[in-house]
C-alpha cells in the first residue's frame, strides 16, 4: 500500500503563487507514476501533470507553462509549483501514484490522496 498526504493549499489573488506538496509513504519503491489532478465543484476530476522517476513529464494543455512538477525521487516527494494563478484554477488538488509507468493523465492511478483546496480570487 502507499499512503499519499498533501499539502500546500490555499487562498490567493489572481496572479499569485502556491506551492503543493505531495508526501508519499508505505511501498515506495514501487511507484513509477505520480500525478497532480485538480476538480472544481460540479466538473469531473482532471489531470494537471504526470511525472515519471525517469523525469519525464506530461502537462496538460491548460497549464501553458504557469506550474511545475518537480520530485525528490528518494523520497517519493511530489511539488507542484503554480504561478501566475488564474480563478479558474479553484479547485481541489490531489496526489496519485501508481506502480505503471504508462499512466500519464489518465484517472487509474491505483493511489489518491485526500486532497488540498486550492482558491484564487479576481
Known amino acids: 500500500q502507499v499512503q499519499l498526504v498533501e499539502s500546500g493549499g490555499g487562498s490567493v489573488q489572481s496572479g499569485g503563487s502556491l506551492r503543493l506538496s505531495c508526501d508519499a509513504s508505505?511501498?515506495?519503491?514501487?511507484?513509477?507514476?505520480m500525478a497532480w489532478f485538480r476538480q472544481a465543484p460540479g466538473k469531473e476530476r482532471e489531470g494537471v501533470v504526470s511525472i515519471n522517476l525517469d523525469g519525464s513529464a506530461a502537462y496538460a494543455d491548460f497549464v501553458e507553462g504557469r506550474f511545475i512538477i518537480s520530485q525528490e525521487s528518494a523520497r517519493r516527494t511530489l511539488y507542484l509549483q503554480m504561478n501566475s494563478l488564474r480563478p479558474e484554477d479553484t479547485a481541489m488538488y490531489y496526489c496519485?501514484?501508481?506502480?505503471?509507468?504508462?499512466?500519464?493523465?489518465?484517472?487509474?492511478?491505483?493511489?489518491w490522496g485526500q486532497g488540498t483546496q486550492v482558491t484564487v480570487s479576481s
Open positions: 508505505g511501498y515506495t519503491y514501487s511507484i513509477c507514476s
Open positions: 496519485a501514484a501508481d506502480q505503471s509507468c504508462t499512466r500519464w493523465l489518465s484517472l487509474e492511478y491505483k493511489y
